[in-house]
């Protein structure tokens, strides 16, 4: 199987550094998707990692161990615009997305 | 082009009825994908096309669910005979190629009563 473990909820506050992590199995995916999605909207691309190691995109940051089937997203200067599910997702021949992480950011 | 597009983006029918949804890729993408997402739950691969080949289909794509990608440019997604566990969110995605991010529509909203 390919399960895709990911926290349901997380919360916190607008400035702050927060990291939302990621397990999975580890055969059979090419690398690693992170996608942003409001709440009523589609999913957008945030980052994808195909290679071990740390990603950086301005604001966002993704990790990748392949070894250890793990991954995190890093989100620093939190804003109130960033509460959002961030969903991680295993590539293979298609996605297979993890439930989902609701972020709440706070004032 | 700017982007996915899908119609319709909500739809209510009545149990037992037929609907079919229509997704127009980013021109130049030659994958197109189709997912359903519920209340909660991240999207769920249904189908997904290279060009106008059907490539793979998911276990959840019962007999009464069909895809058609027929010039390899939009795609229809038919559901026959409709039951409330279809009621979901049916979203479409396209990528250059398989090795490329997915970009995906605003998607179509199914209410069945």
């Known amino acids: 199987g390919q399960n895709i473990d990911q926290p349901t909820e997380m919360t916190a506050t607008e400035g702050a550094i927060v990291q939302i992590n990621c397990t999975y199995q580890t055969s059979g995916f090419n690398g690693l998707f992170w996608y942003q999605q409001h709440a009523g909207e589609a999913p957008t691309f945030l980052s994808y990692n195909v290679l071990d190691g740390l990603e950086e995109k301005g604001r966002f940051s993704s990790f990748l161990s392949r070894s250890k089937g793990y991954s995190y997203l890093l989100l620093k200067e939190l804003q109130m615009k960033d509460s959002a599910s961030y969903l991680c997702a295993g590539s293979a021949r298609q996605l297979t997305f993890g439930s989902g992480t609701q972020l709440t950011v706070l004032p | 082009d700017t982007g996915v597009s899908q119609d319709p983006r909500h739809k209510i029918t009545k149990r037992g009825q037929n609907v079919t949804f229509r997704c127009d890729p980013i021109?130049?993408?030659?994958?197109l994908y189709w997912y359903r997402q519920t209340l909660g739950q991240g999207p769920e691969f249904l189908t997904y096309f290279q060009n106008e080949a059907q490539l793979e289909k998911s276990r959840l794509l019962s007999d009464r669910f069909s895809a058609e990608r027929p010039k390899g440019s939009f795609s229809t997604l038919e559901i026959q005979r409709t039951e409330q566990g279809d009621s979901a969110m049916y979203l479409c995605a396209s990528s250059l190629t398989g090795d490329h991010e997915q970009f995906f529509g605003p998607g179509t909203r199914l209410t069945v009563l």
């Open positions: 021109s130049e993408h030659n994958r």
